[in-house]
């Protein structure tokens, strides 16, 4: 595709790469007694596994984390040049200016946060050298987050600033309009992983303080847009089109976000002031997760006309929204079955979520390319 049919919501591909990459981590994380910290390779394989079926199982979670790590870092290497690219022509400004479609710009600087999961995650899972030195990372870890609080701060401001001068139709916004609070969901889920696992006060409370900056605006801007979202479509006939259906979804990664943040503020609590916080872990994730349960099949039952008739024949950039809502799922349970329950079924269906979201990935991963390449003659493709 040539520069100005670029979208930037084609960073949801590599976002997902990202979550994906993390999904395994996060599972081992939290269902693997490894002791304090974060898990390590040395730390799983020095353990005794009683059957060859788990050696496999982890070697196969191992590998999922090293596909996806790369699928994000190349898929977000081509699409910063594909942007850099795109930014020069006049689609930029015009998508700027306009409220009800410059939330895509969002996409990109998301992504960019996710690739910090992916090296605290995945990547220092692997590499001893980063496992070892972990410690001494907070300080240049905190100045990057800094830079990009400034840059995510100052630009969701300007995206604000831009819809009450300029004004804009209400009964034609959609879900992606979510992008917002997601965006500051991931900054703030970054800051108070920091906050959490940083032995220098100075750096943890710096970090936690710009966290609720970050924080509390973004579930401010979640509860006013999801009340304004839910009113609009209430009052409206139906279900919106096609292409935005999708984006139902964004709402789980929000939460998600926002409970892993408030978790990780908790930790921040306790090693930094001493506070004893038991019930307030639960509280956090047993709710949000419960929240997602129903909230996962309201929005799949919304969708199922949606799956039979148009997903599978048709390729536009926002079917890229069905991948953060599974892997978020998937990783808040991580945290529940640790938390709230420990259970076979729990952890089982787990699993089957990372498969499912996997299999969802390469499916549309294959339209992203076919549609990129070519027109395909059974395939309706559209930016």
Known sequence: MDAKKFTPLAFLASLGAGGIAVMPFVLMQYTIEHGSGL??????????????YQVSYYYLLEFVMVLFTFIHFALTIIFTIKLLKWMRTDSYPTLIKDPLRNTGILAPLISYLMTMNVLIGPIRYFSPFLSANFSSLFYPAMIFWSLFFLLVMFTEI???????????????????????????????????????????????????????????MGIFLLLVKMVILFKSHFQSTGLPEKHFLPSFLIVIPNITLYAISGFRLGHFLESTYGFELGAYFYLVVGLSFAFEIWYMLFGFSLLVDY?????????????????????????????????VFTNIVLYVGLVIFMLLTILVYFELLSKHIKCSRSSHAKLSCAV
């Not at 804009?168 to 920091?194: A, E, Q, S, Y």
């Not at 959490?196 to 509390?216: E, H, V």
């Open 39 to 52: 898990i390590t390779r040395s730390q799983l394989w020095g353990m005794d596994f009683t059957s060859s």
């Open 158 to 216: 300007r995206l604000l600033e831009i819809s009450f001068k300029n004004g804009f139709d209400i009964n034609k916004i959609n879900f992606g309009w979510l992008l917002h609070p997601f965006l500051l969901g991931m900054l703030t889920v970054v800051g108070t992983g920091i906050s959490a696992m940083s032995s220098n006060p100075d750096i943890a409370n710096i970090a936690a303080f710009m966290s609720l900056i970050s924080g509390s």
């Open 307 to 339: 799956f039979r008739n148009n997903h599978f024949k048709e390729f536009y950039v926002t079917q890229w929204g069905l991948i953060c809502p599974l892997v978020a799922f998937a990783v808040l349970g991580s945290f529940a079955h640790k938390i």
